[in-house]
């Protein structure tokens, strides 16, 4: 078995293989390559398992250039997913040994992986974050009468508030963007450019979705979807300010399901959540099952591996300082800031 280093001629075989492994996400496609080196100018190493001429494994890896931390490899940076798209233990021992590999060829301090499973490694993973994921049916009914009668009302109350939803695709990238500008700030988190989004809506196209809540006529609340296979894979979504605490999220939440129940997808992937969250429980309201994720950080031999994680001393000041920033301030700087912190 060889590990190669793919280029764009490859991509074809590459998608193929992630629309046929069961580890394969919408996360591991090929196009994010593009995106991520046009949008962020990080360099990509995606590697494949050849056995025989025939892919038996794939791994997505993405260099950043952090003025914060350094250089850092890592599957998949700003999203949820990556790590070896395998169902194979041993490729998936070889795709690690290769990404080891890279750390010290690229001179990374530490390699981070966000699997869905546990790897091999010699650091145990971080298990704080988990996978939040509903099983759709073909008549959304089937859910709702599911559902406990305390939500069902809280549902029900949230549409007696003048909310409603939209859906569409790149033509809704603004609106989207301003909503989770301003969502963002209040959660202290920069970030990236609306290019991002933009690039993400144009070349995925027909498989993302975003949603917008409105009140008015004025978008309030959004989620940007990815579709993959039979599955949706929920990515960014925020509140404007003013409505964060609201019901608008009722709206939202029962609206995409309602749709995606109708257009005949199976799962709805909610993204990831901190265990034992207030998002995890909201996202059990709908019936959503949790799935432990494995992040797994590897340090170089001259590296070390910092905290990333908001219970950092240093992080919790840099998150309050955010919060009081301008709205107009944050645009402009956090793009910058965001784009090294994975």
């Known amino acids: ?68 931390f350094g250089k850092i490899l890592c599957s998949m940076p700003f999203v949820n997913l990556g790590g070896p798209c395998t169902s194979d233990p041993v490729v998936s021992e070889a795709l690690m040994g290769e990404a080891t590999r890279l750390l010290s060829w690229t001179g990374a301090k530490f390699l981070e992986v966000r699997a869905r499973s546990r790897l091999k490694t010699s650091r145990p993973p971080s298990e704080h974050k ?38 569409g695709g790149p033509e809704l990238v603004d609106a989207c963007y301003e909503v989770l500008t301003e969502s963002w700030r209040s959660l202290g988190t920069p970030l990236y450019a609306k290019a991002y989004f933009s690039e ?93 994720l494995y992040w797994h950080q590897i340090a170089a031999p001259n590296g070390r591996i910092p905290q990333l994680n908001v219970n950092n001393p240093k992080f919790q000041l840099a998150i309050r300082t955010w919060k009081r920033l301008p709205l107009a301030l944050t645009k402009t700087i956090g793009p910058v800031i965001s784009k090294g912190i994975p």
């Open 1 to 68: 078995m060889d590990i190669i280093h793919c280029t764009d001629s490859d991509a074809r075989r590459w998608d193929d293989f992630v629309a046929s492994c069961s580890e394969g996400s919408f996360y591991h496609r090929y196009a994010w390559r593009a995106v991520n080196e046009k949008c962020f100018g990080h360099e990509s190493y995606y590697l494949a398992a050849v056995d025989g001429g025939e892919i038996r494994g794939l791994f997505p890896l993405v260099l950043l250039r952090s003025r914060i």
């Open 130 to 167: 988990v996978s939040m994921t509903i099983e759709l049916a073909e008549d959304p009914d089937k859910l709702w009468k599911a559902f406990t009668s305390k939500h069902r009302n809280n549902v029900r109350r949230a549409y007696g508030h003048g909310f409603s939803t939209v859906n």
């Open 200 to 292: 993400v809506a144009r070349i995925f196209n027909d498989s993302i979705a975003i949603f917008l809540v409105l009140q008015d006529g004025r978008p309030v609340g959004t989620a940007f979807n990815g579709h993959h296979l039979d599955r949706v894979e929920g990515m960014w979504a925020g509140t404007a300010a003013a409505f964060r605490g609201s019901d608008l999220n009722y709206v939202l939440y029962w609206d995409m399901i309602q749709h995606y129940c109708r257009s005949g997808f199976k799962r709805f992937h909610l993204g990831r959540s901190s265990a034992d969250s207030g998002a995890e429980a909201f996202k059990k309201k709908w019936l959503a099952s949790s799935t432990q």
